[in-house]
């Protein structure tokens, strides 16, 4: 598991989607650090009203979410392909969250196939004996026709030309992680979700859990548990 080659193949994995709509906006105006790391989101609302047509009943009472390491694209604030991986600060920061689950107790890992997202998981699950499970609806948005372009202020709201649109993104996503969660607990367990910056917004919404600038950055692990009282998400230390 040292970061399998993503398979074009497996893009849509399990959830594929055919839905169009709004979208939603996230700027990169940050301080030190990556400036896709922690950009604000505008108009989320847009996701919040995509995901209400997404049959959400889930089962489990609690799971792990992680965001990817760090890549050159992140850091450079540009549209990156499938195929980038983790920069060396990445790397790091992917070692440091496998240091902080280190007394987690995980049964399942389900990862995005995109290179960035697998090999944070591959580094997370070492030694473990976990294999995660490649996932295609848990893949990044697809910003094909934007690739190596500046991200500015994205708007999710804006449908560019060759790229995926935020209706299909938020199905495609939100479909794949209502499917996740509609399972029962494992006792032997958690599962632990690694994907993208999209994906955590969709999950936002699903669950209602508000995300602080910490919960956004690359690579935290997110612990995700629900009550009578809702959803409540909070940084794995």
């Known amino acids: ?5 993503f398979d074009s193949s497996a893009t849509l994995g399990h959830c594929s989607a055919k839905l169009a709509a709004p979208p939603e906006t996230w700027s990169t105006a940050l301080a030190a650090g990556t400036p896709t790391q922690v950009a604000p989101t505008l108009g989320y609302e847009a996701i919040q009203d995509l995901t209400r047509t997404i049959p959400f009943r889930p089962r489990l009472t609690r799971f792990i979410f992680l965001r990817h390491g760090e890549t050159e694209g992140n850091r450079k604030g540009i549209y990156q392909a499938a195929d980038v991986p983790l920069n060396a600060a990445g790397e790091a920061q ?53 690739v190596g372009t500046t991200v500015g202020r994205m708007d999710w709201r804006d449908d560019p030309p060759a790229c995926e649109t935020l209706g299909a993104f938020v199905h495609r996503a939100g479909n794949c992680l209502s499917r996740w969660l509609s399972q029962d607990d494992n006792p032997d367990g958690d599962l632990m979700l690694v994907a ?31 009550s009578t009282a809702g959803w409540e998400a909070v940084a794995v230390s």
């Open 94 to 146: 992917a070692a440091e969250a496998a240091d902080r689950l280190a007394l987690a107790s995980i049964a399942h890992v389900a990862a995005s196939p995109m290179m960035r997202a697998w090999r944070t998981a591959a580094i997370v699950t070492d030694g473990r004996g976990l294999t995660p499970e490649p996932d295609g609806g848990l893949a990044e948005r697809y910003f094909i026709g934007l």
């Open 196 to 226: 993208h910056g999209g994906q955590l917004l969709v999950l936002a919404a699903l669950t209602g859990v508000d995300l602080n600038v910490e919960l956004r950055r690359n690579a935290t692990p997110i612990l995700f548990t629900r």
């Open 1 to 5: 598991m040292n970061g399998r080659p």
